[in-house]
T-cell receptor, first 112, second 116 residues
Framework: EPEVTQTPSHQVTQMGQEVILRCVPISNHLYFYWYRQILGQKVEFLVSFYNNEISEKSEIFDDQFSVERPDGSNFTLKIRSTKLEDSAMYFC??????????FGPGTRLTVL | AQSVSQHNHHVILSEAASLELGCNYS??????LFWYVQYPGQHLQLLLK??????LVKGIKGFEAEFIKSKFSFNLRKPSVQWSDTAEYFCAVTGAQGAYGQNFVFGPGTRLSVLP
């Protein structure tokens, strides 16, 4: 069964550094999402992406965040200048036409 | 604004006990409802979903959920839990206007611990 994949599984970075989290959505899916889950808290929506542009974003998704689909398979989340509070699990998800979102395994981001 | 609440933060059961996890949502329209499970160290996996039709939906691993529109609820049930059901369970809602790409709103999660 096709799966959403994410790399790396764990990223450690210094505060103020830029990080890029990578996702490969399921190949025939059209909508892509990023969510985050701070340790011990609920999963929170960050951004959705369709047709090479952002379709919706939450208030968490400020100017420090950006998303890109640089080629036909990857979907990336960039954090320009990481803060301590960006430490979380970041999940990528994708959907085709069933409204069921399929989630990747997540990238654990640790900001020191 | 959309929101999802889950009744219990942490539920502890013995094996073979029956399970019911509560979920209530607030949304001004027709909804699609989901339960996701997150096993320790793993990613979110879909347990079951409701889009329309029979309000009692069956999912994987013996789970089922009942959509009660009048109560804005979508409670998850399992008649007999196993130790392997130990996980975090998330209820989620999205609008069902027929447009794709609508973000999920997740509940805070319920941690289920099943004692052997």
């Amino acid at each position: 069964e096709p799966e959403v994949t994410q790399t790396p599984s764990h990223q450690v970075t210094q505060m103020g550094q830029e990080v890029i989290l990578r996702c490969v959505p399921i190949s025939n899916h059209l909508y892509f999402y990023w969510y985050r889950q701070i340790l011990g808290q609920k999963v929170e929506f960050l951004v959705s992406f369709y047709n090479n542009e952002i379709s919706e974003k939450s208030e968490i998704f400020d100017d420090q965040f950006s998303v890109e689909r640089p080629d036909g398979s990857n979907f990336t989340l960039k954090i320009r200048s990481t803060k301590l509070e960006d430490s979380a699990m970041y999940f990528c998800a994708s959907t085709a036409q069933t409204d069921t979102q399929y989630f990747g395994p997540g990238t654990r981001l640790t900001v020191l | 604004a959309q929101s999802v609440s889950q009744h219990n933060h942490h539920v502890i059961l013995s094996e073979a006990a029956s399970l019911e996890l509560g979920c209530n949502y607030s949304y001004g329209g027709t909804v699609n409802l989901f339960w996701y499970v997150q096993y320790p160290g793993q990613h979110l996996q879909l347990l079951l979903k409701y889009f329309s039709g029979d309000p009692l939906v069956k999912g994987i691993k013996g789970f089922e959920a009942e959509f009660i529109k009048s109560k804005f609820s979508f409670n998850l049930r399992k008649p007999s839990v196993q130790w392997s059901d130990t996980a975090e369970y998330f209820c989620a809602v999205t609008g069902a206007q027929g447009a794709y790409g609508q973000n999920f709103v997740f509940g805070p999660g319920t941690r289920l611990s099943v004692l052997p």
